[in-house]
């Protein structure tokens, strides 16, 4: 799907700063925003009632973040329980569906920055709130984005986790590292794989780069969807070989179980 041809880095950092200052109009809807450049609840470039019609996850798994039935009286899903995973938790706010869906894939597949830039804001003000509510709860004190292989960033332009890496580093005051992880196998796209698939697909894609820097330190990994947690999983481990304390996961969206 990466179809789009490969820009300047220079161009996407100043066509990602000119954002923040064009009016706010919604990106879903298309009314004026009443407070252009957003607030911690209302992003840029997205109205109220656009907001609130987002598919917002009620209830998750604990765990992973996948979605479970209103009134769940557990909370972790089945797989968790069966095959507990080596990270600490999942902040999935939404629903891979649309309309968000559309705005991922507007950012993702045809570089507009300006739903990036919606979606950071989205996403930071959820993991900040996820903090908030729960003081026993230490925050991470890094955040390092699902790296993509050169060839893949070198075609589409940019790393969509790293682009939301960013924007929340400097909402909430963490450092964020994009060279301590790196992808050093060019996979297929996950998208066509199954479970099974997703897991044989990673094996050994990753290699952490300075393990001096995660060393005892608490890891937000950062990505745009998580959908089997094949990724998470195969990196989460990778990282508290190398000597992480933990590992917790911060994506916009979640996929239901059958997706």
Same mark, same amino acid.
């Given at each position: 799907?990466?179809?789009?041809?490969p820009?300047?880095?220079a %161009?996407?950092?100043?066509k /990602?700063?000119l954002?923040? %200052?064009?009016p706010?109009?919604?990106?879903?809807?298309?009314?004026?925003?009443p407070?252009?450049?957003?607030s911690?609840q209302?992003?840029?470039?997205l109205?109220?009632?656009?907001?609130?019609?987002?598919?917002?996850?009620d209830c998750a798994?604990?765990c992973?973040?996948l979605p479970?039935?209103?009134?769940?009286?557990t909370?972790?899903?089945?797989q968790?329980?069966?095959?507990?995973p080596a %990270?600490?938790?999942?902040?999935?706010p939404?629903?891979?569906?649309?309309p968000l869906?559309?705005l991922?894939t507007?950012?993702?597949?045809?570089?507009?920055l300006?739903?990036?830039?919606?979606?950071?804001?989205?996403?930071?003000n959820?993991?900040?709130?996820?903090y908030?509510?729960?003081p026993?709860l230490?925050i991470?004190?890094?955040?390092?984005?699902?790296?993509l292989?050169? &060839? /893949?960033f070198?075609? /589409?332009g %940019?790393?969509?986790a790293q682009?939301l890496?960013r924007?929340?580093?400097?909402r909430?005051?963490?450092p964020?590292?994009?060279r301590?992880l790196?992808?050093?196998l060019?996979?297929?796209?996950?998208?066509s794989?199954?479970r &099974?698939? /997703?897991?044989?697909?990673?094996?050994?894609?990753f290699?952490?780069?300075?393990?001096?820097?995660i060393?005892?330190?608490?890891?937000?990994l950062?990505?745009?969807?998580?959908?089997?947690t094949?990724?998470?999983r195969?990196?989460?481990n990778?990282l508290l070989?190398?000597?992480?304390?933990?590992?917790?996961i911060w994506?916009?969206?979640?996929t239901a179980?059958?997706?």
């Open positions: 799907m990466d179809t789009f041809k820009r300047p880095a %161009f996407n950092h100043l /990602r700063n954002t923040t %200052f064009l706010g109009f919604c990106q879903l809807c298309g009314t004026t925003c407070h252009p450049g957003g911690r209302l992003p840029h470039d109205c109220d009632s656009c907001y609130q019609t987002l598919p917002w996850i798994c604990h992973c973040g479970l039935p209103p009134g769940s009286s909370s972790l899903c089945g968790c329980l069966k095959h507990p %990270f600490n938790l999942t902040i999935a939404l629903r891979y569906t649309a869906s559309r991922i507007d950012f993702k597949y045809r570089g507009k300006p739903s990036g830039q919606l979606l950071g804001e989205l996403l930071a959820e993991v900040s709130d996820y908030l509510f729960e026993d230490l991470p004190e890094m955040i390092i984005p699902v790296p292989h050169w &060839q /893949r070198w075609r /589409r %940019f790393n969509q682009e890496a924007q929340i580093s400097k909430l005051d963490i964020c590292n994009h301590a790196k992808r050093q060019h996979t297929p796209m996950q998208q794989l199954d &099974q698939q /997703r897991q044989r697909n990673l094996r050994k894609a290699v952490v780069t300075a393990p001096t820097i060393k005892q330190r608490r890891i937000a950062l990505d745009d969807v998580v959908t089997t094949a990724t998470a195969e990196i989460s990778l070989a190398n000597g992480a304390q933990e590992v917790h994506a916009l969206a979640r179980a059958d997706d």
